[in-house]
């Protein structure tokens, strides 16, 4: 539902994001929540990924540009919170899980938002260590 509305071509701009999130979780509480944050993030992101199809094969890429211009949004809510940056890494990791572990997606989201300042060294050390084998 709430995905669903990120999606949706009225909110490309950040402006309308966040008036949707302000609109639809007037609680403070909600827009604090590392659990709404993460589910958030992941809806943004997914947005800036586009689909092909080439001879039958499924490809998914992510629009740097569109991203880069969603980090300023997405930092809103997690920026220098390491338990929100987290619960936003473990989010795009099932985001890439669900769409099959496209090549490259995952680092380039990474790559995108550690470079954008959104999430911190930190945070991606944490997740990692949690993520080895």
Same mark, same amino acid.
């Given at each position: !539902?709430?995905? =669903?509305?990120? &999606? @949706?071509?009225?909110?490309? %701009?950040?402006?309308? *994001?966040? #008036?949707?999130?302000? @609109?639809?979780?007037? %609680?403070?509480?909600?827009?604090? #929540?590392?659990?709404? $944050?993460?589910?958030?993030?992941?809806? $943004?992101?997914? =947005?800036?990924?586009?689909?092909?199809? $080439?001879? =039958?094969? /499924?490809?998914?890429?992510? #629009? %740097?540009?569109?991203?880069?211009?969603?980090?300023?949004?997405?930092?809103?809510?997690?920026? #220098?919170?390491?338990?929100?940056?987290?619960?936003?890494?473990?989010? *795009?990791?099932?985001?890439?899980?669900? *769409?099959?572990?496209?090549?490259?997606? *995952?680092s380039t989201i990474f790559t995108?938002?550690?470079?954008?300042? $959104?999430? %911190?060294?930190?945070?991606? &050390?944490?997740?990692?260590? /949690?993520?080895? !084998?």
């Amino acid at each position: !539902m709430f995905a =669903g509305q990120i &999606l @949706q071509p009225i909110y490309s %701009s950040n402006d309308a *994001l966040i #008036d949707l999130i302000e @609109q639809s979780f007037k %609680s403070k509480k909600n827009e604090t #929540d590392p659990n709404f $944050v993460s589910a958030f993030v992941k809806a $943004v992101v997914q =947005g800036c990924i586009y689909c092909t199809e $080439v001879n =039958g094969d /499924t490809f998914y890429k992510v #629009d %740097s540009k569109r991203l880069e211009s969603k980090c300023a949004v997405i930092a809103k809510y997690c920026y #220098d919170d390491k338990e929100k940056e987290a619960k936003c890494l473990y989010a *795009l990791q099932q985001l890439a899980e669900e *769409l099959e572990h496209p090549s490259k997606l *995952l680092s380039t989201i990474f790559t995108t938002l550690h470079d954008q300042n $959104v999430i %911190s060294s930190e945070a991606f &050390l944490q997740w990692e260590s /949690t993520n080895t !084998m």
